[in-house]
């Protein structure tokens, strides 16, 4: 769903939104590999390593939100 979001921001939106999706979605990546290698290896660094990743990509997600979130409709 990452790359799916990524892809389809780059061929909507340009600029920040896009740029923003695809760090995230590289987060997200990494933070499955850093999952697989902390089941592998037992490693708490790997651990650490995924849930900041995840944070990260979190991160960028609500800043999209945000930056899609427009102005408020009056009352």
């Given at each position: 769903m990452a790359m799916v979001l990524a892809v389809r921001?780059?061929?909507l939106r340009g600029?920040?939104?896009a740029a923003?999706?695809?760090?995230?979605?590289?987060m997200v990546i990494g933070a499955g590999?850093?999952?697989a290698s902390?089941?592998?290896?037992?490693?708490?660094?790997?651990s650490l390593?995924?849930?900041?990743?995840a944070l990260g990509s979190l991160s960028c997600y609500f800043l999209c939100a945000h930056l899609l979130g427009g102005e408020p409709s009056p009352g």
């Open positions: 921001a780059v061929t600029g920040w939104v923003l999706s695809v760090v995230a979605a590289a590999f850093n999952g902390f089941l592998d290896f037992r490693r708490p660094i790997s390593l995924m849930a900041l990743l």
